[in-house]
């Protein structure tokens, strides 16, 4: 599955308003082409760059997100995802209007991290998925969160059992501790 992260949206510290919404989809468009001609088996779309990130998103990142997607679908060769940080109801419903195979996000756990405490609940996600005629989306399943730990911790091992009985998942994903970083790989960063 091929990313494609998208450029700060709108209402974000990091939205480039010289370039606006045309940057933002050219922008989509150069990394999906390469992607598809890289030869992916499907791409997500994710707003990894809205820095510093919120457990929810606004109306403004789920609007932007879903006009980008819609604006590059019929060039899609691929099946697609969505993964709106940090909001499995706006991962859903971006997913849902824009036709997208699969999401993923955290929908079960509890965690504290660099940008507070959060709680998901499987119940709540496949209840809203069901609400709004989702059910075709597939829900991949992040079981550990980047940037924060569980609160309860578990062998990652002992959460995968966990979250395959109890939560339903189509597939559980294993992130590493930041992004970019793998599964267990240290997390200390470099600071200049």
Known sequence: IGMVHLPAQ???PLYDAGDGMRGIREWVRRDLNALQAGGIHAVMFCNE???????DAD???????????????DELSVPFGVNMLWDPRATLAVAHATGAAFCREIFAGAFAGDFGIWERTAGDAFRYRREIGAESVRMLFNINAEFAQQLAPRPIAEVARSIAFSSMPDAILVSGGITGRAAGESTVAEVA
């Open 59 to 73: 109306f403004a990142t789920v609007a932007a997100m879903t006009d980008v997607i819609a604006s590059v679908r």
């Open 10 to 12: 709108p209402g974000t």
């Open 49 to 55: 760059n809205d820095r510093p990130y919120r457990l």
